[in-house]
């Protein structure tokens, strides 16, 4: 079982009652996994905090793919409104050649060291897709790397992709842009990471944060979590995301009881990326509250 210090729970508190007024901590409502337009969300980072605020959260997390670039816009929007916007980063990382997700919390967002290697998965994420339009042109489905520069204002993902290839015919939506071109076992697929689950949990716990494997449980590609969990520990990870809009109450039950029999710290969010996932609501995974008393949250709170 998961103990947060108490230490750490009495700062919180006060941190709680100081900043987010006196509301205690278990009545909060958090999302600690959201997208911006920095990676492959539709919504700008200060339209994400006028949703955050609309939806009623107290504390949300900036988590895009590989990119800080929605942090600081963010945090800026939010001051004032009562919201709290807390830093994250959802690395890919390459696992046994198939990609994995991490997320990051709890890190020193002016670390140089973290910068630097994230501009370089950008330019890495810009490298893959070209390969991927290349494949594309390849099997009948070309698309202008221009169109998808422009759909993608941050770091480019396959969504940019699948939406040009709408917007060309060659799909009738963006899930038939996967499914037939661009998703794992399609023909067109690449997968993105280009550190291994050991250096990119490093360059976090290196910034001073700690990671949880994201969304383990995905209906269509559940990870074997005997074999993946054991490996991630060892290379540092600490978290495991349990609540996810993805993820049934087995699966979020099973995550549960994971993280307290082998003592990680647990998290959750939505996983938003604004319109362009529209069953995916920001603030609509409950998560519970006391997320906020374990692994890299406390001290993020109070410092960020
Ligand atoms: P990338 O990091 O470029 O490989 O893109 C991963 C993102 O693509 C995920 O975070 C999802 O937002 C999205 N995605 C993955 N699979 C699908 C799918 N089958 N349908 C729609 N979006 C997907
Ligand atoms: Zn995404
Ligand atoms: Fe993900
Ligand atoms: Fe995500």
């Given at each position: 079982m ?18 987010l ?16 337009t ?14 955050a ?5 107290d ?19 939010a ?10 980063v ?17 890190f ?7 910068g ?10 810009e ?9 594309l ?32 015919g060659?799909?009738?939506d ?11 076992g399609?023909?067109a ?17 290196e ?39 993805e ?49 890299p ?8």
């Amino acid at each position: 079982m998961y103990t947060p210090s108490s230490q750490g729970q009495k700062e919180l508190r006060e941190y709680m009652r100081r900043e987010l007024g006196e509301r205690p901590p278990h009545g909060l409502r958090v999302d600690l996994h959201t997208h911006t337009t920095a990676s492959d969300g539709s919504l700008e980072p200060r339209d994400l905090v006028r949703a955050a605020l609309d939806a009623g959260l107290d504390v949300v997390a900036v988590t895009d793919h590989d990119t800080l670039a929605g942090v600081s816009p963010a945090t800026e929007a939010a001051v004032g409104s009562g919201l709290r916007v807390l830093p994250g980063v959802e690395l890919s990382a390459l696992y046994e050649g198939h990609s994995l997700h991490l997320l990051g919390y709890g890190f020193d967002v002016s670390s140089s060291q973290l910068g630097t290697r994230l501009r370089g998965l950008s330019m890495g994420r810009e490298e893959r897709a070209r390969a991927i339009l290349e494949l594309l042109a390849g099997i009948g489905a070309p698309i202008s790397w221009e169109r998808v520069a422009a759909l993608g204002q941050g770091a480019i993902g396959r969504p940019h992709i699948a939406r040009a290839l709408v917007e060309a015919g060659h799909a009738r939506d963006v899930a038939d842009a996967f499914d037939r071109f661009i998703g794992e076992g399609a023909p067109a697929y690449l997968p993105s990471g280009r550190m291994n689950v050991a250096e990119a949990i490093g360059l976090v716990r290196e910034a001073g944060g700690e990671v949880a494997l994201a969304h383990a449980l995905l209906p269509d590609r559940p990870l074997d979590l005997d074999v993946v969990l054991p490996t991630l520990r060892a290379a540092g990870l600490t978290g495991l995301e349990v609540y996810h809009s993805e993820h049934d109450a087995a699966a979020t039950r099973r995550l549960r009881r994971l993280a307290d029999e082998q003592g990680l710290w647990w998290s959750g969010g939505s996983d938003f990326h604004g319109p362009t996932k529209p069953d995916v609501h920001l603030g609509a995974v409950p998560v519970p509250p006391t997320v906020l008393e374990q692994g890299p949250f406390p001290s993020a709170l109070i410092s960020s």
